[in-house]
């Protein structure tokens, strides 16, 4: 398009500004919210609930549309596209993402109009017109991909095995990469299923690997911050049997940093792209078996007084109960997507469905915000028969209970903020749910909304339940959520296996080398 003469001092004070003011401060919300959004990047083994709301994403967002207009100030001419194409972007999103009500509508006509002026101003009317016209159907597209993208993290939740198919040829010595459409699936799905070796931290770990067609490789370690891409010459990539194995010498930050910027665009291949196998691959390597079965052996076998055989069947016990425990864990969100009531049109996450939850508060909260979480803690308990059992801080945070403390969310804008994570290796992991609420919004609708975020709840749609993301002075659970907790938190004779906390196994695992050591 033509650039146009345009005086950015008088398009922003006297076109923009009238509006866009008065919308952003109508859309900062003097209500604060718990809006949270569910942080897949690390798969199903860490969430994280980030409470902020999306009216507030949205003002930035056009905040820094307008602030960033300036920088073409100093310009003799400048084309609309350039000034237009992001708003209509965001415009494009607040269509899609925000809730349909009265406020969105008046809001996005007010919007409108102010597009409408811009146009007139740049003499590009033809062009706002037509773009305009297509923000619905952009709207409706994202709002698909959205939908799309819900469905394949329940997907790879409930089957990480149903994925399309890889196809080997001997002929060749290669393997194809399946066209998938790039609205089927994440980027993280698209890759073949691989061995990563790397040499040099002596990690062998399952992970996935792209090919692009012109010399560069992704790779990427499962459940892991360890993703890069790298030079197809500094990898080798074999095939083992029916495993694909990739060995490197190791991963670096520039690697790294090349994996966040290019993963999408380089990582999507539309065509079938041949991986060719290396010939000069190391052979074999003799795994050493440093399970648990041969330290047990060696404790069992060297029994040498019957306290230490004593000691040691019960950290047998100890290290099923957590281990069960910790494997519940993983299937136990299944148990909860399957078993979920539809009409709620709530989000159910993975979770330890559990009927005792231990808590501790921390320093930050006074004796008034301990007086709310103990009363909210009672009446979920009472209402649905689940235990809280208050540890002092720290503990129960080490155990992979639940920690409240009274200091801000890390997330501007937000009333209370839950974090729930796993991290770790193997069967052994630590797990741990951070709750913060500070002393401004301690009641008991934001500490019960973040503790069934903690307890594996997801956001409901329905202002009247206590899910629904922003602050509505409800403060109780309706039947159905009643209902729901009371049979798969505390009838389900399951949910007995999380009362052993989690991190128990490595506090057992830990126990166990150093007997077997000293032994
Ligand atoms: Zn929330």
Redesign the pocket.
Known sequence: MQSKRCDIHYLVTRIINPTLNWIIVTMRSSQHV???RINTQYGPANLR?R?TTIWDSFSIELEVWRDDLWRYEKKESVDPELILEPLFSILSRMEAKLPDNEKKQRILSELYEMVLRIGRYLEAEEYVKKELSEVKSRAAYIKEMDENLKNTIRESQRKLSREAPIVYSSLNNSVSVPKISSRQSSIETRGIPALIIIKNSRIRRKGRLWVSNDGWVGIAIDGSSLKGIVKRSKVRICKDSNTIKVEIDKITDKDMERWNHYKNTYLAPEKLIPVNFDKNCSKKQKTKKKGIFPIIGKILGGVTSIFVGILAVLLLLLLLLSTISYIWGFVSPITLILTAPNSQDMNWVMGNPSRVYFYDIDSSCYTADKIVIDSSLNYLSKETGVKFIELPHPLALLIGGISYSCTPPKTEFAAGE?ESGYGGISIFVISWNKIRIPHNFMTQEVVL??TL?AMSFG?SNDPSNI?Y?TITGVSTLNSQLKNYIHTWYVKNPLAYLTIVPRNLALLVFILFILISKAS
Do not use: F, R, S, V
Request: hydrophobic share 35%; proline share 8%; net charge negative.
């Open positions: 718990l809006k949270g609930w409470d839950a909304h973040e975020h956001h899910m993301p």
